[in-house]
């Protein structure tokens, strides 16, 4: 006696599927949502998508990326300015008489100020960014 087959509960992990998008414009926008979900793979995308699971939307603002790029240079120049700051008054404390010492301290007292304008203009750079980001 043949027994009946049995409907299998899960299909087979080797069922695949398939679709198109014939329209080209539902293809650029498929391609667009891709590339801002930061998926790693379209396969992928349009598995959270069709699952209703959650990803995350990644938009780059060009304005913003620009003012974190200049940013990160000031903070860099203002970091290495203190550095070469500190070493200067230590080899001028170190190797260096008192009367020589406070001339060249006086001339660091000049540097101190292009420290005070460099942060002046980080703090406009980041005034006129809030402003424009508003």
Do not use: C
């Amino acid at each position: 006696m043949n027994r009946p087959k049995k409907t299998p509960v899960r299909p087979p992990k080797w069922d695949a599927f398939h679709f198109r998008l014939p329209d080209s414009r539902d293809q650029l926008r498929l391609i667009e949502l891709f590339k801002r979900s930061g998926a790693r793979t379209k396969t992928e995308y349009i598995r959270a998508r069709i699952l209703d699971e959650h990803f995350r939307v990644v938009t780059i603002d060009k304005s913003r990326e620009d003012f974190v790029r200049r940013l990160t240079e000031f903070t860099a120049a203002l970091n290495k300015i203190g550095v070469l700051y500190n070493q200067a008054v230590r080899a001028i404390n170190t190797y260096h008489s008192p009367k020589t010492a406070v001339v060249m301290l006086r001339k660091l007292e000049g540097y101190a100020a292009d420290i005070l304008r460099l942060q002046e203009r980080v703090i406009a750079l980041t005034e006129s960014f809030r402003t424009i980001d508003r």
